[in-house]
Every structure is written in C-alpha cells, then in structure tokens.
C-alpha cells in the first residue's frame, strides 16, 4: 500500500477518524482510551503490512518479540548484561544481515538467487529494534511489559517501510501518553503531507520519466543526456524519499506522535560532512551512535579515526545494497569525508556557493555509482561525459538538435518539469532558516488557503501518468 496511492489517502483518514473517536469516547478514562488507540494503530499497521508484503509478515512480528524479551531479560539480570545485549542485537540485526550475504555472495560469484525479495521495511525496523535493545542496556530506556507495545514500536505504520528510523527513547513513550486530538497539529500534519505528494508525485515522478528513459534507451547513450540524468537523479532521489519522509511525518503527527526530521537542505551543504548531517538523518545518527562511536570515534588517532569513518561508510552502503556498487560508494563518501577531516576543509566557516556546488558535484557522482548496476556501468557513464565538448560543437553548428542529443523523449516536458524542480529549489532557499509550515500558518487566511487550493490543483493536474514506488522502499 503506497503512501502516495488514494487507498493509503483512504486507509489513513479511516485510522485518523477511528482513533480520534477512541480518544473522545473516552474521554473520562483516558489510561483505557490510550490502550484502545494502541491497539487500533497495532492493527492497522499489521493490515499495512499485510497489505504490501503478507508472506514476510512474521518479520516484523519476530523481530518486535525478540526485541520485547530482550528488554524483559536484561531487567531481571544482575550482572552480564552486555553479553546478553550483544546476543539480542545480533538476533535483530540476523535477517538483514543474511539478506545482504546472500546478495553479496550472488554479486561478487555471479551465483543465482532467483526471485529474491527482501521483506519490506527489514533495513528499518531492525535497526529500530536495536535501538530499544541498547537503550535498555544502557538505562536510557524503561523496560516496556507490555508485548503489543513494543510491537506496535516496530511496526508502526507510518515509519515501517522506509523510515524514518524511530529511536526508542523517543516513539515509545508517546504510545504510554494520553493524548486528545490536537488541531494544529493534526492541521500541520496534513499540510506536510500535501507537501509531500506535491514533491513525490509532480515533481520526482516526472523527473523520473526522463531519467528512465535515458537509462533505458538501447543503442549507444550521449553524454549529455547522461549528464542531465545524473544531475536531475539528485534531486529525482531527494524529492522521492524526502517526499515519502514528508507524507509519513505528516501522518504520524495528525495522529499525535512526533517524527525525527529526516532530511534538512541537504543539497545547500557545504561538505560531504555536512551533506551527511542533513541527508537521511535518522540513518547517518544511527551510524553515528552504533557503529561510529562503539569503533572509538573520534576519541581516538587521527588514522584509526579515519579508519572508523571507512568502516561506517562501507557499513552504510552495505545497508543500502548487497553488492559491490553499494559498498564502493560507501566507501567513495567514507574517502570524501577522510579527505576533509585531514585537510581541514570540512571546518571552515566559508560559505561560498563554490563549495556548495563543489559538494553537490561530488553527491552527484557518488549517485552515478549508487543507481548503476555494476562498476562497468559506471565506467561507461564517466567515459561518455568525454564525448560532451563534441556534441555541444554539433548543437552550435546546428547538425543536431538539442533535443536529440539530450535524448528527450516524446510527449515529454522537460522545460515545465525544470520549471517545478527550478521552484522547488528557490522555495527551499525561502525556507532554510524557517519552517515553511510555520510561514504559511503566519500568512493571512486568503494567502493561506490560496496556497493550499494551489497545492491541490497541482497534485490533481500534474502529478506522472505512471508513479513509481519509493525508491527506498527497495532498501
């Protein structure tokens, strides 16, 4: 059940509806309206999982078990407790971990795995579940008894297929909280939602049907159209899962349960150490906090410190993929980040546009690597770019039309879809120090309406004939 399909718009306001007549109902025994709307939200996000993936159902559920039990165990041990923790992290982290030998062993030996399907939202909800394991360890997090709690903290509807990835000590005491139904928030809740489908469905899908077309073409490619493919993917990339970030938080916030932010301007960074601070941020603190640290971090040697951070990196493109391309860009970023901690650039203060460009050039390329499908791919990518300065030759002397050389499909727009991504980058230029929510909700009710009808009339009209899913929910 996509988040962007009018059955998930159905599914949701049926849940928004349910839950807030649970809460009023009652009212006056708010701990038992609180249990009631727990268990409604268990049994939706059960049927959302089923919806989508119903033979990997027991996932989810195993892995919130040993999460639960985990926590039980090391409440009643008195001493060992890290043994045990390590034990449980392993047994949540195990599936995953499979998945991704079983790839790699497959790219690396050409060894056939058939239809091989990853269970939807395995690279999300076991590193969630890691997060209640450590944190009960480390006395950051109360022991939960009650089982369907701790499910409902795994499965959670909104965040289950692609993130974000919820922090324990954060999500799970808002399921033990009474809440009431809030207007505003539930108010700004849908307007990041219809933020979100705008960037999904007008503005990334439709960047899509150009880059597909460039990639799926037969024959030999030109390096301009490859170019513009790659430059355009950036943005197609961020828009998709920002705008799937978007519609989630949304969500989950109308409900009355708070989000971590998971994308801040990140093509408006100055370094790869800052890009990583900004992109996917509930993924890079996970890192950070579970890999990073636990290696020494940066309390350590300036080699074994960089080492640390290829380490982190191989680790975090081994979470994206099971393959060689994924762990080569892992480590491309691991490289990029090491380059600036010796060399001091990732601290300067400089806030020159050049570095912003500099950072999104290098982003760019490390996405080249990302999308391919083998390192030949992307040799063959990089070494058209070379045939650029010739074809921009033919263009000017007018032997070929641009729109052949960048390989425009028929019956595609290419100057309107510029247009909303064009838009979208001076808004998010508006808002990189202010909330854009808090903005519109500042503005007077004729402006504010006329944005919010303006958001509709574009989903409703420009949206992509064909939507594709989530890119992450391939991860």
Known sequence: ????????????????????????????????????????????????????????????????????????????????????????????????????????????????????????????????????????????VDVEKNPLIVLLFISFFPCISSGPIARAGKLLPQFRENKTFDYDAAADGFRLLGWGLLKKLVIADNLAMYIGAVRGAEGEKTGLALLLAALLYSFQLYLDFSGYSDIVIGCAKALGFELEKNFDHPYMSRSIGEFWRRWHISLSSWLKDYVYIPLGGSRVGALRRNLNTLVTFAVSGLWHGAGVTWIVWGLFHGVCLCVENITGLGKRADKSILRVLWTYILVTFGWIIFASNNLHEVFDTVIAFGKIPAEIASIAMGTVSAGGVLMIPHGFNLILALIFLITFLVISVMTYKKSGVEMIKARGPVIRWSCYLGLALLILFFSAENSGEFIYNRF
Request: positive net charge; contains cysteine.
């Open 1 to 140: 059940m996509p988040v962007y399909t009018k059955l998930f718009i159905a599914f949701f306001f049926s849940i928004f509806l349910a839950i807030n007549m649970v809460r009023r109902a009652w009212s006056k025994n708010r701990p038992f309206g609180t249990f009631v709307s727990d268990m409604l939200l268990l049994g939706a996000s059960i049927v959302f999982y089923c919806w989508s993936n119903l033979q990997f159902v027991l996932f989810p559920i195993c892995v919130g078990l040993i999460c639960y039990i985990s926590g039980l165990i090391m409440d009643k041990a008195s001493s060992g407790k890290k043994p045990i923790m390590m034990l449980f992290v392993a047994m949540e982290l195990l599936p995953l971990l499979s998945y991704r030998v079983i790839g790699l062993r497959a790219d690396l030996f050409s060894v056939p795995t058939g239809d091989m399907i990853i269970p939807l939202g395995l690279s999300f909800f076991s590193l969630q579940a890691v997060t209640y394991t450590v944190g009960v360890y480390k006395g950051e």
